[in-house]
């Protein structure tokens, strides 16, 4: 089970925190759908034939399934696993899908990549040396995921709930990384 960001001291006072959001999840679903829904009904009634129903029933119908739909995926397996990121002059936080947090100092840090892997956003982090991470608290027994890159093992984590959004946390890192470097 990972642990909140909350119990965590942050390793600098600047740390900015990322983390998944259900609630922010479940909202984006049931926007998409609710548009999707309401999008092809003009199309269906066209083509199976007028069926006589108020518009509004063609917007309730809309609603409850974007919201058994949302909910069903918020609630789900996948979608309930938290992930957080903080980012600070201290170094790069990561817990990923209910793992134990592990920090990585800027300088040892080789690579980070923010990609698209399908509808999903993914975070790489590429230590320079697995040495060099650093679990949070003493006992920790395992870090996010770990996944083989063309640049080496890397961390890995989904972003796809994560608040504030993927481009957020894609500039903060950069300004961490061009001052390590620089």
């Known amino acids: 089970m ?3 960001p909350e119990e965590v001291r942050a ?3 600047d740390a900015v925190l990322f983390r998944s959001s259900p609630a922010r ?3 984006m679903v049931f926007a998409v759908l609710m548009v999707a829904y309401l999008a092809v009904s003009p199309v269906i009634e066209w083509v199976a034939g007028d069926s006589g129903d108020p518009w509004w029933a063609t917007v309730l119908q809309a609603v409850v399934i974007a919201a058994g739909a949302a909910g069903a995926y918020a609630v789900s397996a996948r979608a309930a696993l938290t ?3 903080r980012v600070s ?3 790069l936080e990561l817990a990923a899908q209910d793992s134990d947090p592990v920090l990585l100092d800027w300088a040892d840090i080789a690579a980070v990549v923010i990609r698209r892997d399908g509808l999903r956003t993914v975070l790489d982090v590429v230590p320079a040396d697995l040495d060099s ?3 949070v608290q003493e006992g920790d027994t395992g870090g996010p ?5 063309p640049r080496g093992p890397a961390f890995t984590a989904d972003l796809t709930q994560i608040w504030p959004s993927p481009r957020a946390l894609r500039r903060a890192i950069g300004r961490h990384l ?3 470097a620089g």
């Open 89 to 91: 002059s201290g170094g």
């Open 133 to 135: 991470v650093h679990p």
């Open 83 to 85: 992930t957080w990121v």
């Open 178 to 180: 061009r001052g390590a």
């Open 11 to 13: 390793p600098a006072r």
């Open 2 to 4: 990972s642990i909140a």
């Open 145 to 149: 995921a770990l996944a083989d890159t």
């Open 25 to 27: 999840t479940f909202v």
